[in-house]
Nanobody
Framework: VQLQASGGGLAQTGGSLRLSCAVSPRPFGRYAVGWFRQAPGKEREFVAVISWSGSSTYYVDSVQGRFTVSRDNAKNTVYLQMNSLKPEDTAVYYC????????????????????????WGPGTQVTVSS
């Protein structure tokens, strides 16, 4: 399984960006996908996760209400819509996939740990200017 995050760039405070995570090969449906970020000098931080069907999502408190994770399984792509950006959102953003049974269509705080994920892609830089 390969993942590729894209869509990063420079935004102003209060602005928006949409990240994409392309997953290959097919089929895509049995993977929960999470987003993480790592700022310079800091540890990797969980941001959001979405279940394999997209029916369940979970966010870290600092992005709740500002970021939205979604997926299009027909396109093998997961999105992270980031609104009301803040300078503290500046980081390299990574997407990661976790194999799941089709009966496990739920995500929660237990998915915050990087150890829950089987595959990682290279990151995309997001910079928010003040």
């Amino acid at each position: 399984v390969q993942l590729q995050a894209s869509g990063g760039g420079l935004a102003q405070t209060g602005g928006s960006l949409r990240l994409s995570c392309a997953v290959s090969p097919r089929p895509f449906g049995r993977y929960a996908v999470g987003w993480f970020r790592q700022a310079p000098g800091k540890e990797r931080e969980f941001v959001a996760v979405i279940s394999w069907s997209g029916s369940s999502t979970y966010y870290v408190d600092s992005v709740q209400g500002r970021f939205t994770v979604s997926r299009d399984n027909a396109k093998n792509t997961v999105y992270l819509q980031m609104n009301s950006l803040k300078p503290e959102d500046t980081a390299v953003y990574y997407c990661a996939a976790a194999e799941r049974d089709y009966s496990t269509d739920y995500v929660s705080f237990t998915d915050e740990s990087p150890d829950k994920y089987d595959y990682w892609g290279p990151g995309t830089q997001v910079t928010v200017s003040s």
